[in-house]
């Protein structure tokens, strides 16, 4: 069975080993095919678009919530440790769900509101690519 690299659903067939005048085995065409890979990868990632979400709906609410969160200028407090997003009285929760709204999303209970919003708080902490990672483990 052959093994191959995926990256966003491209599949890269792997490299042959090749051997140095001396008959050593490089990995030269490995590192190379890695640098490619890694190369495609940071020209195709677009921040806050979830495309590597599979779940259309996860997507569209991570989406929605990145957007309201980008448009309100309201990283910072997302950012902060927040005991819970769904019973916060902090007025810029308020700010952050009419934007929501605003931009067309109104399908949140209370559970994938709260949800929705640590997901932000992890990119607001960690960066969208440490979060793209750790999703695609799952």
Same mark, same amino acid.
């Given at each position: ?6 990256? /966003?659903?491209?599949?890269?067939? $792997?490299? $042959? $080993?090749?051997? !140095?005048? !001396? %008959?050593?085995?490089?990995? #030269?065409?490995?590192?190379? &095919?890695? +640098? &490619?890979?890694?190369?495609? #990868? ?6 806050? *678009?979830?495309?590597?979400? #599979? ?7 991570? +989406?929605?919530? @990145? ?7 309201? @990283? !910072? ?14 007025? *810029?929760? @308020?700010?952050?769900? +009419?934007?929501?709204?605003?931009? %067309? ?9 709260? @949800?929705?919003?640590? /997901? ?6 960690? %960066? #969208? *690519? ?9």
């Amino acid at each position: 069975m052959t093994t191959q690299l995926q990256s /966003q659903n491209i599949l890269y067939p $792997p490299v $042959p $080993p090749t051997f !140095d005048e !001396d %008959g050593t085995l490089t990995t #030269e065409s490995s590192q190379q &095919t890695i +640098a &490619t890979i890694n190369t495609i #990868e940071s020209e195709t990632f677009i921040t806050g *678009k979830f495309d590597y979400v #599979e779940s259309t709906h996860t997507k569209e609410m991570l +989406a929605n919530a @990145w957007q309201a969160i980008n448009l309100t200028e309201t @990283w !910072d407090f997302v950012r902060m440790p927040i005991e819970s997003f769904m019973l916060s009285r902090d007025d *810029k929760i @308020w700010v952050i769900t +009419a934007k929501m709204k605003e931009l %067309g999303y109104y399908g949140h209970s209370g559970f994938s509101f709260g @949800w929705t919003m640590r /997901q932000m708080q992890f990119i607001a902490q960690h %960066g #969208e *690519k440490k979060f793209r990672e750790e999703y695609l483990k799952n």
